[in-house]
C-alpha cells in the first residue's frame, strides 16, 4: 500500500510539473524586443511591427515612443533598448559618441519635411515664416530644441530668416512635434511647427500654410543598441526596416525615402 500511495504522489507531481510548464511555456519562449523611437514615427512604426511579429512568433516589440532628446537621456541612464530610432543625426551622433549604439549598424530608415501649420480659424492672410511677426499671431507653438529635434529644425529655419529672436517672445514651448499639433488644433495657439508626416490634410481643425526649406535636411537615423538584449531580434527588425516593403509605405505614412 505505501509503494502505491508513493507512486500515485509521483505521478501527481509529474503531472503538476507538466501543467505548469505548458502554461508558463509562451512566457518563458517569448522574446520581448524593446524599441526607442521618436514619436513622430509612431503610426509607420506600429504598422511594421505587426508585419514582423508575424515573421517573427516568438517576438514581441515594446515601443517607447518620445522625443529623441529624452530617448538619448533614457537610455544613457540605463534604461534598456534594443534599437533607437530618433529625428534627426544630431541626438544619434551623441548616442554613438557616449558609446550607446553599435556604429556599424547605423543607417536612414526615412526623411520628412517641416511644416508650419495653423488651426482652421486663423487669419487667412497668414502665408508663411514672415507673417508670424504680425500683431494677429500671439502664440506660436514649438518643439523644445533641447530636446524635440522638430524644435532645432525650426530655429534653424527662423534663425535663417532672422526671425528666431524676435519671436522667441511668442513661443509656447511643446515635448514633441505631436503636442504642438495638439494646441494648433484645439486651437491654443495661432500658428506651429510640425513634421509634414503629422500633418492630415483632411483634418478640418487645421490648416497647412506651407512646408519650410531647413538647413540641415530631415532624416530619421536606426542602430542597434550597444547593451541590446536581443541582438538578433534588433539585427532582423533593422533589415525589416531597410527593406522594400518598408520603402513602399514610407509615403503612405507621410515620410521621404531616406
Not at 501527481?12 to 518563458?28: C, H
Not at 504680425?134 to 530655429?155: D, E, F, K, L, S
Not at 533589415?239 to 525615402?257: C, H, I, N, P
Request: glycine letters at 6%.
Amino acid at each position: 500500500m505505501c509503494t502505491c500511495r508513493l507512486f500515485s504522489l509521483h505521478s501527481w507531481q509529474r503531472s503538476l510539473a507538466l501543467v505548469t510548464l505548458i502554461f508558463w511555456a509562451p512566457y518563458s519562449i517569448g522574446q520581448d524586443l524593446r524599441v526607442s523611437a521618436a514619436i513622430s514615427l509612431q503610426p509607420l512604426l506600429q504598422a511594421i511591427a505587426q508585419r514582423f511579429e508575424k515573421q517573427h512568433p516568438e517576438a514581441r516589440i515594446l515601443f517607447n515612443f518620445a522625443a529623441s532628446g529624452i530617448l538619448l537621456r533614457q537610455i544613457a541612464n540605463g534604461a534598456p533598448a534594443d534599437v533607437l530610432i530618433t529625428a534627426d543625426e544630431e541626438t544619434m551622433a551623441l548616442a554613438q559618441d557616449q558609446g550607446l549604439i553599435l556604429a556599424s549598424s547605423r543607417a536612414h530608415l526615412a526623411s520628412n519635411r517641416l511644416a508650419l501649420v495653423a488651426p482652421s480659424s486663423a487669419e487667412p492672410t497668414m502665408k508663411g515664416l514672415r507673417d508670424l511677426s504680425t500683431a494677429g499671431v500671439r502664440r506660436i507653438a514649438i518643439g523644445n530644441p533641447h530636446t524635440v529635434p522638430a524644435g532645432r529644425y525650426a530655429q534653424h529655419a527662423l534663425e535663417r530668416a532672422a526671425l528666431w529672436e524676435s519671436l522667441r517672445q511668442k513661443m509656447v514651448w511643446c515635448e514633441s512635434s505631436r503636442q504642438v499639433l495638439t494646441y494648433v488644433v484645439r486651437g491654443e495657439v495661432d500658428a506651429g511647427f510640425v513634421y509634414a508626416s503629422d500633418v492630415d490634410p483632411s483634418d478640418p481643425r487645421l490648416q497647412l500654410i506651407g512646408l519650410l526649406d531647413t538647413p540641415i535636411p530631415i532624416h530619421y537615423p536606426m542602430a542597434r543598441a550597444t547593451q541590446a538584449r536581443q541582438p538578433r531580434l534588433a539585427d532582423a527588425f533593422l533589415s525589416v526596416l531597410r527593406d522594400s516593403q518598408t520603402r513602399a509605405e514610407l509615403a503612405r505614412y507621410g515620410f521621404g525615402a531616406p
